[in-house]
């Protein structure tokens, strides 16, 4: 069986607080997992549109925001 693409948008910024230890949590959450996890850091305002965009292109089956209401906006 294929495993299900997940990709996680993250912003380092929203909210203030530091998210240096999201990417490794996710990764270790879902390491023996039927999905197969990738983490994406937004870099600049649009950039998360672009990146669930081109997970969409790539036949993701989700994509999940990790940030603020701007974040999910996008």
Request: glycine content about 8%.
């Amino acid at each position: 069986m294929q495993k299900q693409k997940v990709l996680f948008i993250i912003n380092p910024i929203s909210g203030g607080i530091n998210k240096n230890h999201i990417p490794e949590l996710i990764y270790k959450t879902y390491q023996e997992s039927a999905y197969d996890v990738i983490v994406e850091i937004s870099k600049a305002k649009g950039h998360s549109i672009e990146l669930a965009k081109k997970a969409v292109s790539e036949n993701y089956d989700f994509v999940f925001s990790v940030g603020g209401d701007g974040t999910m906006n996008e």
